[in-house]
């Protein structure tokens, strides 16, 4: 199953845009990750999550 798994993506992964879709999903990920990090308060905190 894992192998299945994996030469399913490793096929995926060869068409240069779905190679694109990925890195730029990967690079929002990042970005929101960063994002996040970034938001402390005065005394280290972090502030409560947001509802969407």
Known sequence: ???AIGA???NWLRKP???RKAK???QQV???FQQG???TT???RT???QQR
């Open 1 to 3: 199953m894992k192998r």
């Open 8 to 10: 399913f993506i490793a």
């Open 17 to 19: 845009e779905n190679r």
């Open 24 to 26: 730029q999903t990967a």
């Open 30 to 32: 990042w970005n929101r």
């Open 37 to 39: 990090r970034n938001t």
């Open 42 to 44: 005065k005394n280290g």
């Open 47 to 49: 502030p409560p999550r």
